[in-house]
């Protein structure tokens, strides 16, 4: 990456404070570039090439961050909302600057992985209805789940609204009068996985998603709690 931008920009993207408050800190002499003491917050410099020393700290600029979400039942998939708590309420303190949102959603009632960014082209493309990007969940079924439920859902169920779904893979970890099961489908209607059981005659009662394409939820990750992808994730979901 080459662009070369203001520095006030770079510094404010990086959670440095308001422009008013760089401008500030720079004047006062705690920026350093390439060696030298700047005091004026408007030059242009590379962040990718150029070296920042902010307080006697180097800079290691980022543009976009991807973080990875364990999210808990009760808050909403979005970016504010009147009434609920929501997911980016939970982001840790120091990933605020980035204004990330959620790719995608999950029921409110619904946890798991859920992937949060600014990086709005990589969003765009995980969400592409053409994309197919296989979507994995946990799932506790009430009923006995049969291996004709499987078989419905390989070739498409029809959902409430007359709409038949794409060939999903369902996976029976336990049949009983609460039953377990993976579930993986390759599109995101609304309550997908709600509505296909629905179908079939079953109610889903708790919900998880557990794997986005190739990334696997964090099990380690508690309830509410995010941490960044891996380079290794970040390039399995940016590969085609
Ligand atoms: N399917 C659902 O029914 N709910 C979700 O949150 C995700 C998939």
Redesign the pocket.
Known sequence: MGDIQRLDKILANSGFGTRKEIKKMVRSGQVIVDGRVVKNSSIHVNPYKDEIMVGGQKLAYKAFVYLMMNKPAGVVSATWDGKYKTVVDLVPEQYRHFEVFPVGR??RD?EGLLLLTNDGQLAHKLLSPKKHVPKT?YAAIEGKVTEDDGTAFQNGVILDDGYKTMPAELKILKTDDVSEIELTIVEGKF?????MFEAVGKKVRY?K?IKMGLVALDESLALGECRELTDKELEQLKRP
């Open positions: 999950l029921d619904t969940y309550h997908q996985v709600k509505r919900l998603r």
